[in-house]
């Protein structure tokens, strides 16, 4: 598996995993024309014009193509940085490739203090950012597109504090 940089080239293959990772993962809590809403904004060109300008985006791929991706949020020289998104294909969850891309910026980038997600309550990857570390942080309630949910933030602290100084 090969972790790198996201290019221009990568956009339509990044949308239709976001498709195919919504519909499976959001199904039970986020009916599909927000959804709908929801993939069409979060991704159009202009969205994604201002994710190279502002985020560090990785892709995940192996001989097959690309696997899953993640963008985060935030400067090279941030000490709290933002998981914007981490999808892995349906195909592809449960084979490291989420762990991979988390674990990828986290080596890139040793200043940083923490890294931080919000995701919805019921989403069932919660597990994964837990076993990952992440602690939830608190719940808000809020509207998405118009539809009640409750986002989770979670945090997690990446300052390895050494008791022998």
Known sequence: ????????????????????????????????PIQDKVLKDAYSNEEMDNRFKSSLNLIAENNEGIMGYAFFKGALSDKDVF??????????????????????RLSRFKDT???????????????FYEREGFKVIKEI??????HPVIFTLMKKNLVKLDNNV
């Open 141 to 146: 309630e809020g509207a998405f597109y118009g």
């Open 83 to 104: 998981l914007e998104s981490l999808y892995v294909h349906p195909n592809h969850q449960g084979k490291g490739v989420g762990k991979h891309l988390l674990r990828t």
């Open 113 to 127: 203090n923490s890294l931080s997600l919000t995701v919805y309550k019921g989403n069932p990857n919660i597990s």
């Open 1 to 32: 598996m090969l972790i790198r940089d996201m290019n221009l080239s990568d956009i339509d293959r990044v949308r239709s995993i976001a498709f195919a990772t919504w519909r499976k993962t959001y199904i039970g809590f986020i009916p599909e």
